[in-house]
């Protein structure tokens, strides 16, 4: 048994994000290798906040965050 604790803490208070900081986290979070989890531990924010930004930005509610897409070509090839 350890006599050490680790004591975590959160921020505490409303945070301000940029648009830039809020695309960046949408983009760790979603992108091809994303993992909303990492992002929410590297960023030190709750994944509600995430998945709120994502609707907000697929659904145009927040006009400048724009979501990017790329083309997907599907073939019959295996």
Request: proline content about 3%; charged content about 30%; glycine content about 8%.
């Amino acid at each position: 048994m350890s006599s050490r604790i680790e004591i975590v803490s959160r921020v505490s208070g409303r945070r301000r994000w940029t648009v830039e900081q809020k695309l960046a986290v949408l983009r760790d979070a979603f992108g091809p290798e994303g993992c909303v989890r990492a992002a929410c531990e590297r960023h030190d924010i709750g994944s509600g906040s995430i998945y709120t930004w994502r609707r907000q930005a697929m659904s145009g509610e927040r006009k400048s965050i724009k979501p990017a897409f790329a083309e997907v070509q599907i073939s019959d090839q295996l």
